[in-house]
């Protein structure tokens, strides 16, 4: 299938469910990438102590949670933004603990064994629920993205996988980009986590486009909106699947300059 026919995930959506249970669910093929990966690296990144503050923004892929964990011990309030309703009901539905809601309990265990916490389990849970206080609806292509809404600058940004998944070319991950960075208050943190030199991700019969980049692509564009990198972590794909074919994954965090 060419890449020109492959589905855009703010266009075209797909099963927020069926998502998870492909890359996140418990034992799933790729788990060290899409799960351990992550909240290896936030855990790094928070744990050194100076990204902290008021308001996290989240923008990140389908319905997951599991990348906050972390954040959560350092933030008091995070603002959760989705380009699709059908992700916003998948995580609303985690969140106030419904019935048939997505089961992270293999992530939280996870993330204790890694932080060396274990014992703190259901009190994670817990904290990730009360911080996430707000899930609004995103228009990439409004002025304002969340509009009615006016956000507060935040004191850091997460953009997991999102970036990839809604770039059709550079000159659009470049424009993302710039919009999204505008969230951030002066010297405020921005965290990506991105698939490296992959073209596609499947979620049920559907492919969907990925944006092929690389590390030095991702540089530039950061130094390009004035962000200086405190850290850089690149991981070389362990799985083997055929839902997906990037190459690598990386986590890039940088601060603003003022």
Request: proline share 2%; charged share 25%.
């Amino acid at each position: 299938m060419a890449s020109s026919t492959h589905k855009l995930y703010h266009v075209h959506g797909f099963d927020s469910r069926q998502f998870l249970e492909h890359y996140l669910a418990e034992n799933n093929e790729i788990q060290d990438d899409s799960l351990k990966f992550p909240i290896e690296n936030l855990t790094r990144v928070f744990t050194k102590g100076h990204i902290n503050g008021n308001v996290l923004i989240d923008l990140s892929i389908g319905s997951m949670v599991h990348h906050l964990y972390s954040a959560c011990e350092f933030f008091k309030h995070i603002i959760v933004l989705k380009v699709s309703d059908r992700c916003i009901m998948e995580l609303k539905r985690w969140l106030d603990t419904r019935t048939g809601a997505f089961d992270w309990g293999h992530a939280i265990k996870l993330h204790g064994e890694i932080e060396e916490k274990s014992h703190q389990l259901e009190e994670k849970e817990g904290k990730v629920r009360s911080a996430v206080q707000h899930v609004v609806r995103c228009h990439l292509d409004k002025e304002n993205m969340t509009h009615p809404i006016v956000l507060p600058p935040a004191d850091c940004i997460i953009i997991a996988w999102l970036l990839g998944a809604i770039s059709k070319d550079q000159d659009d991950y470049i424009r993302y980009f710039g919009k999204f960075s505008k969230l951030l208050k002066p010297g405020g943190y921005l965290i990506i986590i991105e698939d490296l030199e992959g073209t596609f991700y499947t979620v049920g019969k559907d492919r969907h486009h990925y944006f092929k980049q690389d590390e030095d692509f991702i540089r530039k564009v950061l130094a390009g909106e004035g962000f200086v990198i405190d850290y850089c972590n690149v991981k070389e794909r362990t799985a083997v699947s055929d839902l997906l074919d990037f190459k690598a994954s990386i986590c890039i965090a940088a601060h603003k300059g003022k």
